[in-house]
C-alpha cells in the first residue's frame, strides 16, 4: 500500500461517522493484480475488534481459503497511528482498538482467477466477488454500510446489483454503493471495467446485462431472448418476483465455466461464440441461474441463510436447490419457445440415461452427493465416478419424477411449480426462513395429501432406481429399458504423446479383475504393441470368456497381467409419447 493512500483514507474516515462500517476499493495498477481494500469502522464499543474473511462463496459448496490471497494486515485509528493486529485463526485478524474512535483496516487481495467465484484484475478488466474481497466484523454482519469503487484510470463502468448512493465520498470517477448487511453485500459482485451493458424490462422488473469480453452475441437477440426465459420463470412462480432490479454479468471468454447465483443478480462464464451453435446451452444456463433468484436465494434450506462464513455449511438438499432448477432450466426453453418438444424429451431421456447408467449412482444416495458436496463433489478424483452421483443430473431426474407425479394426481391442472409457490408463500413469505429437510418432506406430503416415505427412502436417500413407466406413462410418455448385456473392457483410454494410457477403470470391470490402475501405460496386447485405437479394436473382438496378455508399465517398471474378457449391462431408457393422456402431456410441455 502506498502512503498517500492511508492519508487519503483516513482523511475519509470522518466522512462516514453515520455509517458503522465503509469499504473503499481501489485498483490503482491492475497489471500487479492487486485489488487495495480499505474498510472503516466507526461507533464501535472500545476494545478489540475481529475482522474475518470468508473462507468460501455462497453457492459454491467448497472452501476455498479466500485468505490466501490476501497480504499483511495494517490498521490505524483516527489519528493515522497504527494499531497492533494480531491474526488468530486462517481467516482473522485482532485489531488492539482500546482507545481509538475510529478504524482503518487496510490490506491488498491477489486476484488473478477469472471464475465466476473468484476474483480478477488486469489491464482488462477486474471483477469482484465480493466473499474473496471483502472482510467483515465478527458480530456485526447484519450490520449496514457503504462502499466506495474507485476504477482504474481507463475503466469506464461499473456494474453491480448493490443500489447507488447520493453520497460522495471519493473523486469525481468514484461510485458509491450501499448494502443492507454484509450477505447481501457478498451476494453483490461488481463488474468494473469497459463491458457493454443494455437493460430491459418484464413486468416490473428491470434487468441489466453487462457483457464483458468479445463474442458473435447479437443485443437486441439477447434482449429479447432473455426477457422470454424472465417471463416464463416469473409465471413458474405466479408472477411473484422479488426484485425490482436484477443484474447478469456476463464473461465471454475462452473456457466458460458456467455461472453462480446471487441474491439480485448472477455471473456466467460461457466461451466468447457460444452464440451461435451453442446459443440453446447459453440460454439453459441463464435460465439455470435466473431460477435461483427463487429457488436457494429464498426458497432454501435453513443453512443456507443466514450464512457461516468460518465453515462448511451443510444440507441434503442440494439436490432439489441444484437438481429442480437444472430440471427447470431446459423444460423453460419448451415454455419460452426455444426447444420443441421431441428435443427437450431427448435432453431429459440423456440425462437419466446418464444418472441411471453412472456406477455412482448405484453407490451414493443423491441426499448424501448434496451433504458431501463440500468434501466431494468439487474435489473429484480418478474413483468418483465409482462411488459419486451429482446432486444436479439426479435432482433433475427426480423433479421431473415429482413433476409427474403432480400432474398425475392432480389431472393436468397443477404440476411442480404450484408446489415451489407453495414453499415460496410458506417459508420465504410467511416465516422469512428456510427450511430443514424434514420440513421439506412434510410440505410436499401436505402438498400432495399423501404420504412420500417411500420416495425419501427408496429415491434420495437409497440408490433404487425408480419404475419411470408407471409413473410416466400417466402422463403420456413411455419410459422402456432397453439396456442389455455386452463384452465390455471397464477402462477409458487416451493417447498421450505416443502412449495409450489408462485414464478411468469401471469398478468390478474386467479392467480391474486384471490389476490394470489408472496411470498405466499398455504397451502390448498378446506380444502386439498397440495404441489407444488399436488396443480398443483388440478389446471388442474377444468374445465373453477370452483372454489376453497384457504389457504394462507402471511406475517405469514392465509388468504383465492376465485379462479376461466379461459382459457388462449399463442401465438404459427410451422415451416414447404413447398419444394417452394428451392432456396431461401438453400441460407438462406447454409452450406459454
Request: aromatic share 14%; glycine share 8%; net charge negative.
Amino acid at each position: 500500500m502506498k502512503s498517500a493512500l492511508f492519508v487519503l483514507s483516513l482523511s475519509l474516515a470522518g466522512m462516514v461517522q453515520a455509517q458503522k462500517i465503509h469499504y473503499n476499493l481501489r485498483m490503482t495498477k491492475p497489471q500487479n493484480h492487486y485489488f487495495e481494500v480499505e474498510m472503516q469502522i466507526s461507533e464501535f464499543k472500545p476494545g478489540d475488534l475481529t475482522v474475518k474473511m470468508p473462507v468460501w462463496a455462497p453457492g459454491s459448496y467448497l472452501v476455498r481459503e479466500f485468505s490466501k490471497n490476501v497480504n499483511l494486515v495494517r490498521a490505524y485509528d483516527e489519528k493515522g497511528a497504527e494499531l497492533k493486529v494480531d491474526k488468530t485463526s486462517k481467516n482473522a485478524w485482532k485489531i488492539s482498538a482500546t482507545k481509538a474512535k475510529k478504524v482503518s483496516i487496510q490490506y491488498e487481495v491477489y486476484a488473478f482467477e477469472l471464475s465466476v467465484r473468484t476474483s480478477f484484475l488486469d489491464l482488462t478488466h477486474g471483477f469482484v466477488s465480493n466473499s474473496g474481497v471483502f472482510c467483515y466484523l465478527d458480530g456485526y454482519k447484519d450490520k449496514a454500510g457503504t462502499v466506495t469503487v474507485y476504477p482504474y484510470k481507463s475503466f469506464k463502468v461499473i456494474t453491480t446489483s448493490l443500489e447507488k448512493t447520493n453520497m460522495q465520498f471519493g473523486d469525481e470517477r468514484s461510485e458509491t454503493f450501499q448494502f443492507p448487511n454484509f450477505d447481501v453485500l457478498v451476494d453483490s459482485p461488481f463488474e468494473v471495467g469497459n463491458q457493454e451493458v443494455f437493460d430491459f424490462t418484464v413486468d416490473d422488473t428491470k434487468h441489466t446485462v453487462a457483457l464483458y469480453g468479445s463474442g458473435n452475441y447479437d443485443v437486441d437477440e439477447l434482449k429479447s431472448d432473455m426477457a422470454r426465459i424472465v417471463k416464463a420463470e416469473n409465471n413458474v412462480f405466479g408472477n411473484k418476483n422479488p426484485n425490482k432490479n436484477y443484474t447478469f454479468i456476463v464473461h465471454n471468454v475462452v473456457n466458460g465455466q458456467g455461472g453462480l447465483e446471487h441474491v439480485n443478480g448472477c455471473v456466467l462464464s460461457v466461451n466468447r461464440w457460444t452464440y451461435g451453435n451453442g446459443y440453446k446451452d447459453f440460454l439453459s444456463l441463464v435460465a439455470h441461474e435466473y431460477f435461483h433468484l427463487w429457488n436457494v436465494k429464498r426458497i432454501r434450506p435453513i443453512q443456507l441463510g443466514p450464512f457461516n462464513y468460518d465453515e462448511e455449511c451443510y444440507t441434503s438438499l442440494l439436490w432439489v436447490m441444484e437438481g429442480f432448477t437444472s430440471y427447470y432450466s431446459e423444460l423453460l426453453l419448451v415454455r419460452a419457445g426455444f426447444h420443441t418438444k421431441d428435443e427437450y424429451l431427448r435432453k431429459l431421456q440423456g440425462t437419466l440415461n446418464y444418472v441411471e447408467g453412472s456406477v455412482g449412482s448405484r453407490v451414493q444416495p443423491v441426499s448424501h452427493s448434496s451433504y458431501d458436496a463440500w468434501i466431494k463433489g468439487y474435489r473429484p478424483n480418478e474413483n468418483s465416478a465409482n462411488t459419486t452421483m451429482t446432486y444436479y443430473s439426479r435432482g433433475a431426474v427426480l423433479g421431473a419424477y415429482l413433476d409427474a407425479v403432480i400432474i398425475d394426481k392432480f389431472n393436468g391442472t397443477k404440476c411442480l411449480d404450484h408446489f415451489m409457490q407453495y414453499l415460496f408463500d410458506e417459508f420465504y413469505t410467511k416465516k422469512n426462513r428456510g427450511f430443514t429437510e424434514q420440513e421439506f418432506q412434510d410440505a410436499l406430503e401436505k402438498f400432495l395429501g399423501q404420504d412420500m416415505d417411500y420416495f425419501f427412502d427408496k429415491y434420495v436417500n437409497g440408490t433404487e432406481i425408480p419404475n419411470y413407466n408407471e409413473v410416466f406413462s400417466k402422463i403420456g410418455l413411455d419410459i422402456t429399458y432397453i439396456g442389455k448385456a455386452v463384452i465390455s473392457f471397464g477402462a477409458s483410454l487416451s493417447q498421450e504423446e505416443g502412449r495409450c494410457m489408462v485414464k478411468g477403470i469401471r469398478a468390478e470391470s474386467a479392467a480391474e479383475t486384471a490389476g490394470l490402475s489408472v496411470g498405466d501405460e499398455v504397451i502390448s496386447v498378446d506380444n502386439i504393441r498397440v495404441d489407444n485405437s488399436a488396443l480398443e479394436s483388440y478389446m471388442g473382438a474377444l468374445g465373453e470368456g477370452e483372454t489376453c496378455k497384457l504389457l504394462i508399465a507402471r511406475e517405469e517398471q514392465i509388468m504383465e497381467l492376465n485379462f479376461v474378457m466379461s459382459m457388462y449391462e449399463r442401465p438404459s431408457f427410451k422415451f416414447e409419447p404413447n398419444g394417452t393422456a394428451k392432456n396431461k402431456f401438453d400441460y407438462w410441455l406447454r409452450n406459454i
